[in-house]
């Protein structure tokens, strides 16, 4: 695959927060016209609770009806828990386990019901599930770029999370701007100082912001040293845990425009992208 930016396209995220649930069928038919597509990763769901996420119940379900053959790309799931770790490292089509740490006491306990304490355990746990079952292991640190519940933030903070992780094995990081506090000079000047203290660990950016503010960001994230970003076609979703539902993930459409831009190989078909765009302008149209 030739690419110098790599895109995660999260459905996962775009779909935990609507007020309705997209039947596995569906899903599994929208994950199958975005494997076309060439995505590096797709982001496809979660293995948590349904009844704490309805819209990601029955991922086994879903994960039958997707179709790997003639596709490079990785399958992703989220847990939050060692108990979806393994059942996420059961599946055959799963490629990445995806964990939801964060620097943010306040957040860890609205989204997976842990602390700072609780929560290296359970990343103990994950840790070794995924190395036993051969899995890759995405963590996501959360509240990368500030805090708006008033934890305690700082650079060095997210810097100690950052080594942490590193020193357990981790080789994949994305720093995830959860409420939109990240500015350019910012999402710069971290991707600057973190990038040359972990050379064997890839640094990727999720970033939840307003349509208006994504391509800046992204610039000061690719000008940094970034080199993978996630991104939802139309840029929908955003954590519906938060309070700051309004803000969405960056529209990969936008991901795309500034690689067009800046002559950026990203090794996708873009106009499939465009298409299903057009074809899915709304979440709406899958549920029946």
């Known amino acids: 695959m030739n690419y110098e930016l790599k895109i995660t396209e999260c459905p996962r995220d775009a779909q935990q927060g609507l007020p309705y649930s997209i039947p596995p069928q569906q899903r599994a038919a929208y994950i199958n016209r975005l494997l076309q597509a060439g995505f590096d990763v797709i982001d496809f769901g979660s293995f948590v609770s349904p ?14 009806l997707i179709d790997k053959e003639n596709t490079n790309t990785k399958l992703l799931a989220i847990v939050g828990n060692a108990r ?42 994950i840790t070794d599930i ?7 292991l995405r963590v996501y640190i959360s509240m990368a770029f500030g805090n708006p ?18 020193n357990k094995g981790v080789q994949t990081i994305t720093l995830s701007d959860t409420t ?22 890839e640094l990727g950016l999720h970033l939840h912001t307003l349509p208006q503010e994504a391509y800046a960001k992204i610039d000061a994230a690719w000008k940094a040293g970034c080199r993978s970003f996630d991104g939802v076609i139309n ?9 700051y539902e309004l803000l969405g993930n960056v529209n ?37």
Request: net charge negative.
């Open 51 to 64: 009844k704490a996420v309805p819209q990601m119940a029955e991922p086994d379900k879903v994960l039958t």
């Open 84 to 125: 979806g770790a393994a059942e996420a490292a059961n599946q055959d089509k799963v490629d990445i386990i995806g964990f939801p740490y964060s620097i943010s006491n306040t957040f860890l306990q609205k989204n997976i019901h842990s602390d700072a304490s609780a929560v290296l355990h359970t990343l103990n746990e």
């Open 130 to 136: 995924a190395s036993r079952s051969g899995k890759a």
């Open 149 to 166: 519940y008033g934890d305690e933030w700082s650079e060095f903070i997210l810097q100690d999370a950052a080594y942490l992780l590193a």
């Open 180 to 201: 939109g506090l990240g500015s350019p000079e910012s999402i710069y000047k971290i991707f600057t100082t973190l990038l040359p203290r972990f050379p064997k660990v």
């Open 235 to 243: 840029g929908f979703g955003g954590c519906p845990l938060t309070g």
């Open 252 to 288: 990969t459409l936008e991901l795309l425009r500034y690689c067009r831009e800046q002559n950026i190989p990203t090794g996708l078909d873009v106009k499939r992208v465009q298409q299903i765009a057009t074809d899915y302008p709304d979440f709406a149209l899958l549920r029946s």
